[in-house]
């Protein structure tokens, strides 16, 4: 379980004063950023994953995972399950840096998944419960600062242990800071066997995918 949104009231209550908070995100809301051309997904760098294949109704279609953020993700999750003998796993997170285009026909994108941003400093976290924190999002800034060509496409979370699916939280979340129709919401169950995933994806209608619009789960460790 995620909560980052709203200042006043979301972001992992923060107990910041509002105007602490606002520069922050206004960076990540309002930040201008250069354009590139749209990446060929099917080049070898790229693991293709069509959303089509696992959710009836959602405005993303093809994902095009780099194979660099791919590995970052699961190096960071494994990373997460060292401890799991001594006691509970942790839930894990980050951020997604990546590029969108938009089909003018069907109305559907297309998204590419570059660059994983880890949460390495995140305010608290349990193996329910992630606080992602102020120290979380100055590294999301500084990771754009790098990237400047690329845009927030979506965030990631673990479930170790609970199913991939988000909760009321989370989808308080992705409605406060994830609210353009390409933006996704990864969520992965690092205590199964595959490592089961969910692309949360918004759909025509409004609404976010959640764990009933899925027909199978994604499995993490086979998308190599």
């Not at 089509?52 to 993303?60: F, K, T």
């Not at 496409?153 to 989370?170: A, I, R």
């Amino acid at each position: 379980m995620v909560q980052m949104g709203r200042p006043q009231a979301r972001f992992q209550q923060l107990k910041l004063p509002k105007q602490q908070l606002m520069p922050i995100i206004r960076i990540i809301r309002k930040r201008r950023l250069p354009t590139m051309a749209f990446p060929d997904l099917q080049q070898a760098s790229y693991i293709g994953i069509d959303l089509g294949d696992y959710l009836a109704d959602s405005q993303v279609g093809k994902v095009g995972l780099h194979k660099d953020c791919y590995h970052a993700i699961r190096i960071w999750v494994e990373a997460s399950l060292k401890d799991r003998n001594k006691g509970e796993v942790p839930e894990v997170g980050g951020f997604i840096l990546g590029q969108y285009t938009q089909d003018p026909q069907t109305s559907m994108y297309s998204i590419s998944l570059d660059q994983f941003v880890p949460s390495q400093q995140v305010a608290y976290s349990s193996n329910t419960y992630i606080d992602f924190g102020m120290q979380a999002m100055l590294e999301l800034e500084a990771a754009q600062g790098r990237f400047p060509h690329l845009k927030l496409v979506g965030w990631f979370h673990t479930h170790p242990g609970h199913t991939p699916y988000l909760s009321v939280t989370d989808l308080k979340t992705h409605h406060g800071f994830f609210r353009k129709p390409y933006q996704v919401a990864i969520v992965l169950d690092c205590l199964t066997q595959g490592f089961d995933t969910g692309i949360f994806s918004w759909r025509t209608d409004g609404h976010v995918n959640n764990y009933a619009s899925f027909s199978s789960w994604i499995l993490w460790k086979e998308l190599q």
